[in-house]
């Protein structure tokens, strides 16, 4: 079985596609806008180096950081202090501690003050009101509803190794998008700002539970996984990115001769049941 949100990265043609839902594009967005999207793209994208750190000064903070951890243990370890004892004991030893230690904290001083700089700009503000009503343009010319609902699915990255088919993280199952939902005529659909994606809904066989805990990335509501009206899925996180939920849902349909399904999770489960009315089943 396909997944419609599949994507086989370290393909560099097919990444820049929308893979396995090519087939079920009905609109792109006009050239002139996708152009335009590319334009604004570049500007934040610089936007976001000016407010970072160049690579060396980067590595250098890491390295300072790194050898006053290091020394700095050493030397409580084997002194019970970074003071006048351990000056005395081994004085070039706290000095290299002390000097590291300053140097990484005016190095991390730096970046933030670059951060808070390049936030608090009017340069920034206005590229991203221009990016909004870029999108919001996009998602006009594409007919896409304003109430459509920000609705997320999980989209599956996968890779070929050996000439076989396998999922491209071992740290993740799924990376979490967020695409407007919204039912037209007979069909359901997904859109972004580059294209609207169609279902028939004749061809859905049902949403099948998932009873299984999954791992993904990224999180697209704007209150958090554990509170307020998600605090009931009992999502987790690892403290590294990664969040974990059971169960999840895959809508199962069948189009062009071949059997697809995409997986969302259980909090966007009334969003599909109501556009679809499609019965929800138990796996077999």
């Known amino acids: 079985m396909k997944n419609l949100f599949g994507i086989e990265l370290g393909n560099e043609e097919k990444a820049e596609s929308y893979g396995e839902c090519e087939l079920f594009i009905i609109r792109r967005v006009e050239s002139e806008l996708s152009e335009k999207q590319d334009e604004i793209g570049e500007e934040l994208e610089e936007q976001g180096k000016k407010a970072s ?7 250098v903070k890491m390295i300072c950081f790194a050898v006053f951890m290091i020394t700095a243990v050493a030397i409580v370890r084997a002194w019970g202090e970074i003071g006048a004892k351990a000056f005395t004991n081994a004085p070039w030893l706290t ?20 951060n808070k700089t390049v936030a608090e700009s009017e340069e920034l503000k206005d590229y991203i009101a221009e990016a909004e009503k870029i999108h919001a343009e996009s998602l006009a010319s594409l007919g896409v509803p304003v109430d ?19 999922r491209y993280s071992d740290f993740f199952d799924y990376l979490n998008n ?23 809904t004749d061809d859905i066989l049902g949403i099948y539970k998932v009873n299984k805990r999954v791992k993904f990335c990224g999180w697209n509501k704007e209150t958090e996984f554990n509170k307020g009206e998600y605090k009931q899925y009992k999502i987790t996180n690892d403290n590294g990115g990664v969040l974990y939920i059971k169960p999840c849902y895959a809508l ?7 059997d697809y399904e995409f997986i969302f999770p259980a909090y966007e489960l009334e969003t599909f049941t109501s556009l679809t009315g499609a019965p929800v089943k138990e796996e077999v």
């Open 53 to 59: 750190l160049p690579m060396w000064l980067d590595i």
């Open 148 to 166: 459509a609902k920000h609705t997320d699915v999980f989209s599956y990255p996968y890779k070929f190794k050996n000439g076989k088919e396998k």
């Open 252 to 258: 199962r349909f069948r189009s062009f001769g071949e």
């Open 95 to 114: 000095a290299a501690a002390l000097v590291c230690g300053a140097a990484a904290l005016a190095i991390w001083l730096m970046e933030r003050n670059k």
């Open 178 to 200: 967020e695409w407007h939902v919204f039912r037209e005529g007979d069909m359901l659909c997904f859109a972004d700002c580059g294209a609207v994606i169609a279902i028939p």
